[in-house]
């Protein structure tokens, strides 16, 4: 069973990691769908995102869920419904990436991102990273730069999932702290809408070239005026 790695950060938070290598025909026949996700899974006209959706339900089912719990709301944030179950875990982040994929239940609120690194993120940098931010990033080595630029963007994908609001933008509402790549951690400045609020961002790395994000609510939230 390719359960790639189970991260328990605390005893109320949970990240559980599939390695993809099964086909879809053998993922399909291990899963059973509720009828808004088999219509979901129809329509997916990429096989591996086929076979990723499906290895999400496999990481469900090993949390004590199934895809009979898990609902969408109208912004494609998705949601447990942990009634009547005997597990703490009550919120619920989902990502993959090529052959990777992985979940985080918690009781906090939470999210989670993979990313592959790559040099196309370079040309994207300016998109996400402030013009102050990405001078400074830009005379490091160029290894640990797309690493970085790698972890800010899942940082800030992660802090978007939990948030989920619309006009939030990665460049001008979201900063991430300055990093090591050996800190694992750092945190996370969100300015929207008149209030500011921090975020505890985790990171590392899966294989060699993949990069695991998660991020939590600080709930220090100022309101400005």
């Known amino acids: 069973m390719p359960l790639y790695k189970t991260i328990q950060h605390n005893s109320n938070t949970q990240i559980l990691i599939w390695n993809i290598t099964e086909s879809f025909e053998q993922l399909n026949q291990e899963v059973q769908l509720n009828e808004k996700s088999q219509l979901r899974l129809n329509g997916m006209k990429s096989e591996m995102h086929q076979r990723a959706f499906l290895s999400v339900r496999k990481l469900l089912e090993l949390a004590g869920y199934s895809d009979f719990d898990l609902e969408y709301d109208e912004f494609g944030k998705p949601h447990l419904h942990s009634k009547n179950r005997h597990t703490e875990f009550t919120e619920v982040s989902i990502t993959h990436s090529h052959h990777f994929s992985a979940i985080i239940v918690s009781n906090e609120a939470v999210g989670i991102d993979i990313e592959m ?31 970085k630029l790698t972890v800010k963007w899942g940082a800030k994908e992660a802090l978007f999932k939990i948030k989920n609001e619309k006009g ?58």
């Open 117 to 147: 690194q790559r040099e196309k993120i370079l040309k994207i940098a300016h998109k996400f990273v402030n013009d102050e931010e990405l001078s400074r990033l830009q005379k490091t080595d160029l290894t640990d730069y797309i690493k």
């Open 168 to 225: 939030i933008s990665f460049k001008d509402h979201i900063q991430v702290v300055p990093f090591e790549l050996n800190q694992t951690q750092t945190t996370a400045d969100l300015n929207f809408n008149g209030a500011k609020q921090k975020f505890n961002i985790h990171f590392s790395e899966l294989d060699a070239n993949f990069t695991l994000v998660y991020a939590f609510e600080n709930n220090d939230t100022i309101q400005e005026h």
